[in-house]
């Protein structure tokens, strides 16, 4: 049996590159960005005016000029225009691009206009007060949004802001995730007393979605032969296939004996944690993965977080997240020889700290509680007791 | 001038019910329950074998048995089977009902099968061991999930657990945000030296987007009978507009104008805060809302989360989001008579302290820091002067 640390080597070393693809920038928010976004000119393009008002050039305040003739009225979206002596000004708009005659602004709060001309109410005048300045925020060519990050409402702004209407992006793998047991009936359907509805492959979906990826779903009786046909036609067209439950010593699972036909080679069995004990991980030779989480849900949930989404940022090239850490709340005991994935319940407190709840389940089976949960604490493997206080990481997953 | 706790009361006095629908439950997802979901039978539905190994009667243990001979094989998704015996057994299957004749799991770990016979390998044995009872997790009629919170993944597991197949929704309110102002073109053509291109309307829709809702966008050039026409559409046929710019004094700002022609009621304009003090917030007599976050593009994001999405979580019936607090992990200094809020770059220490490091903008027009912040903090208005160390609320905002 493996560790969770070398498990998760296992399968980072499991890297590829999917390819890119590109796709129309409004539905690239939730993609990973496979270039870099440059600036296609100087942000702001132009001295732009950021207070509705007049537009002089500063020299006149030092000439001691109060009093300012308009000569026309400039709106945002309009050519530049010159002011051709230090008496007169531009009454102009928030947004509009200035001419090199002006540099400063005076907002119409400071100002009174009378018959064409704007009178000042203040004295105190800054040059270049009002004015966002050219290339303040970015040069022309400077790099606005790095490659190898998610496309985030933020650099949606800026794509939109440097004309990049197209975006390259990272492919996602091709996910197919897999049901299987004749135990199981649709969710529709009213199962007998023995029978249970299928869900593991719908939280799999529910999550898998929530970052982004669309994958497909497939429902396997147990059958040996169909099994094996189906899991073949897996192989050849997905990436990924997801398995939660049927890897165990049952008599009626096909699918660990169909695996093995089909030359997917085992890397791992089973990891030192729980709850997700019997993980098995393997590859087949043209390299599509097959993550086979225990069917437990809890165990499918944790492992997928655990593992799958980690390895999911690392082929799409998004660096390693930074590590959470929380306070337990309380004192907490376990003893078996495994590192503990504890559902916890997080608050901030009012001092900054992140504050972890234990969520006392059922064990790994229950899934209720998993709704009352907002991450999974990793306890240390080789310690069995944990006090209230003590730091450990936390995986933290999406409520939305 | 008003202040953001002000605001906020104002804004949120602005309450109304959009209604429900029915939605299958693999669309629920990011959709906030408008019901709640109940267990239409224990959870789990029969006494549940854990592990595969062999089904015995407790009693033959205390009776000193340690051979049991494999009556048949039951899987997953079988009638459970009786013994008649106690030195028989069923060899059993994960997933499996358990019969009433039997009450405890050995695994094929611990146990030697041969002939048809299994023998113990092990004497420490509990009765009810490796199963998961019978409604421990819930009975039937409980309620696993409570109306009023967003669908998770747990909660879809549960939905499709109990055969919820549909699942009744909040309805979103329909939103339009609109853009406004000659100066801006679109995103796939070039602007001239004094125009840019559009980016607000694209920002606020992907934010939009990452809480559920699909929002329409519309542009309005700088022209008094259009604006007020389309703006009447929209009042019309729409709950809620999000305007960015064009409410100001600038002479080419025709939507203040068109908006009390058309009986929207200012509630407020301007509020005691940087960025976005410009904000203005009116209401239709048909009930439908006008937020005009003022143009520049950190104040709209700030405006949008700080009061928009606000309102939208109150509307939709969702709780009150805990404060989140961090520690601010330099001095700041913000003399203005405003509250501040500050761009900030979270990471958790490992005391399991939430540390915000703020991000120096060139002021409130500078998107391209944007990409690089998790959070605003909120920086109070009666102080000036705030150390490293200190904590304070923070607005988080999603990345992904």
Chains 1, 2 share one sequence.
């Not at 002089?56 to 300012?68: C, D, L, P, R, V």
């Not at 590192?339 to 009012?350: A, D, P, R, S």
Request: hydrophobic share 40%; charged share 20%.
């Amino acid at each position: 049996m493996i560790t969770v640390e070398e498990a998760e080597l296992i399968i980072l070393a499991q890297l590829k590159d999917y390819g890119t693809e590109t796709v129309p920038f409004e539905l690239a928010p939730g993609r990973v960005l496979a270039e870099a976004i440059e600036a296609d000119r100087d942000l702001p393009p132009y001295n732009r005016v950021i207070m509705d008002g007049i537009a002089i050039a500063y020299k006149a305040i030092e000439q001691g000029i109060s009093t300012f003739k308009i000569k026309i009225t400039q709106a945002a979206g309009e050519q530049p225009i010159d002011i051709n002596d230090a008496n007169e000004c531009i009454e102009i708009m928030t947004g509009a691009a200035l001419s090199a005659s002006v540099d400063t602004i005076i907002r119409y709060e400071d100002l009174e206009i009378e018959n064409g001309t704007a009178r000042l109410l203040i004295t105190d005048i800054k040059q270049g007060q009002n004015i966002h300045q050219k290339g303040k925020d970015k040069k022309q060519g400077d790099i606005v949004a790095a490659a190898n990050q998610y496309v985030t409402p933020a650099i949606i702004s800026l794509a939109a802001s440097v004309g990049k209407a197209h975006l390259l992006v990272k492919k996602w793998p091709k996910v197919m995730i897999i049901s299987s047991g004749d135990e199981l009936v649709d969710v529709a359907d009213s199962p007998s007393d023995y029978q249970i509805r299928k869900s593991n492959n719908y939280t799999i979906k529910a999550v898998l979605k929530q970052h982004g990826l669309n994958a497909d779903m497939l429902h396997i009786p147990d059958d040996p032969e169909i099994t094996k046909q189906q899991l073949q036609n897996c192989l050849q067209s997905y990436d990924v296939i997801l398995l939660s439950g049927g890897i165990s010593m049952g008599k009626f699972d096909y699918i660990p004996q169909a695996l093995e036909e089909l030359q997917v080679k085992k890397l791992f069995h089973k990891v030192q944690q729980r709850p997700g004990k019997p993980f098995w991980f393997g590859r087949h030779d043209n390299g599509a993965l097959v993550f086979a989480f225990p069917g437990n849900p809890v165990a499918t949930f944790m492992c997928l977080h655990r593992y799958f989404l980690l390895w999911l940022d690392a082929v799409l090239g998004l660096p390693a997240k930074a590590h959470v850490y929380a306070q337990l709340a309380h004192d907490f005991i376990f003893t078996p020889p495994l590192k503990y994935f504890l559902q916890v319940k997080l608050n901030f407190t009012k001092q900054g700290i992140l504050s972890a709840q234990p969520v006392e389940g059922n064990g790994s089976g229950d899934f209720a509680n998993l709704a009352d949960t907002d991450a999974f604490m990793e306890l240390p493997l080789e310690r069995n007791e944990f006090k209230a206080g003590e730091v450990f990481k936390i995986r933290l997953f999406k409520s939305v």
